[in-house]
C-alpha cells in the first residue's frame, strides 16, 4: 500500500463516465490513487451488470437499493446505510437494481489475496 497524504474529495469536480449495462446504465466518478480506487457509482432503474466481477471491493449503499447475486445463486440485498466487502477472486458476483441505487465503491491492492 502507498502512503497517500491527506486530501478531501469534491465530487462534484469528479466527472460522471457513462457505462452500459447488459440493460440499464451506470455512472461512475473515479479518484485513483496508488494501490487504490475510490468510486460514486450509480445505477439506473433496471440495471444489470454486463458481467460476473471476482474483483475485490468494500461497497457502501448510499441511496436506494440493489441485489449482488452470486454465481452460487444466492442473492443479496443491500439497501442505504449497508455495506459488503469481499476480498479479490472469493466470490464471483454481479449487481442489479431494479429502482436505481448510488454507491460508494473502494477497491485497491488490500483486497488482493496473499
Given at each position: 500500500?502507498?502512503?497517500?497524504?491527506?486530501?478531501?474529495?469534491?465530487?462534484?469536480?469528479?466527472?460522471?463516465?457513462?457505462?452500459?449495462?447488459?440493460?440499464?446504465t451506470?455512472?461512475?466518478?473515479?479518484?485513483?490513487?496508488?494501490?487504490?480506487?475510490?468510486?460514486?457509482?450509480?445505477?439506473?432503474?433496471?440495471?444489470?451488470a454486463d458481467?460476473?466481477?471476482?474483483?475485490?471491493?468494500?461497497?457502501?449503499?448510499?441511496?436506494?437499493?440493489?441485489?449482488?447475486?452470486?454465481?452460487?445463486?444466492?442473492?443479496?440485498?443491500?439497501?442505504?446505510?449497508?455495506?459488503?466487502?469481499?476480498?479479490?477472486?472469493?466470490?464471483?458476483?454481479?449487481?442489479?437494481?431494479?429502482?436505481?441505487?448510488k454507491?460508494?465503491?473502494?477497491?485497491?491492492?488490500?483486497?488482493?489475496?496473499?
Amino acid at each position: 500500500m502507498s502512503n497517500i497524504p491527506f486530501q478531501t474529495i469534491n465530487w462534484d469536480n469528479i466527472s460522471k463516465e457513462e457505462r452500459p449495462g447488459e440493460t440499464g446504465t451506470s455512472w461512475w466518478q473515479v479518484l485513483q490513487l496508488p494501490g487504490l480506487r475510490i468510486r460514486i457509482v450509480e445505477y439506473s432503474a433496471g440495471y444489470l451488470a454486463d458481467h460476473w466481477c471476482r474483483k475485490g471491493h468494500i461497497v457502501h449503499c448510499l441511496e436506494g437499493a440493489f441485489e449482488s447475486e452470486m454465481a452460487t445463486g444466492e442473492v443479496f440485498r443491500m439497501e442505504k446505510g449497508m455495506t459488503y466487502v469481499v476480498s479479490d477472486e472469493l466470490s464471483s458476483h454481479r449487481s442489479v437494481s431494479k429502482e436505481g441505487v448510488k454507491l460508494l465503491i473502494i477497491d485497491g491492492d488490500f483486497l488482493k489475496l496473499k
